[in-house]
């Protein structure tokens, strides 16, 4: 199954650094983590301080209160700004076009 979490950070402008930061030192533990399919970090095409992460994962289910990982994230960045973390559920039965 694969799944998502989605973390955005709305920061200020002079977090950027240290959002960038963070990032960085993490990224070994992101890629050490085996079950994590995929990551990506994306900014905001106007607003310098927001950020969007996702973890893409592929286990046999997804775990609804989030991942180790994202929770850890959550915690070190919400001492930036406010953090919203959801998970996301592939459905693939419902893709247009596919027959189910």
């Not at 963070?22 to 995929?38: F, G, H, Q």
């Not at 950020?51 to 893409?56: A, G, N, R, T, W």
Request: proline share 4%; no cysteine.
């Amino acid at each position: 199954m694969i799944w998502l979490e989605h973390i955005r950070l709305r920061a200020g402008a002079a977090t950027v650094p240290e959002v960038l930061k963070i990032m960085a030192s993490l990224n070994v533990e992101i890629r050490k983590n085996t079950r994590l399919y995929d990551w990506h970090l994306f900014h905001h095409a106007s607003i310098s301080g927001d950020f969007s992460i996702l973890l893409y994962w592929d286990t046999a289910s997804a775990d609804p209160k989030g991942s180790a990982l994202a929770l850890t994230l959550v915690n070190t960045l919400s001492s930036l700004g406010i953090v919203d973390h959801a998970i996301w559920i592939e459905r693939p039965d419902l893709y247009p076009g596919e027959k189910a």
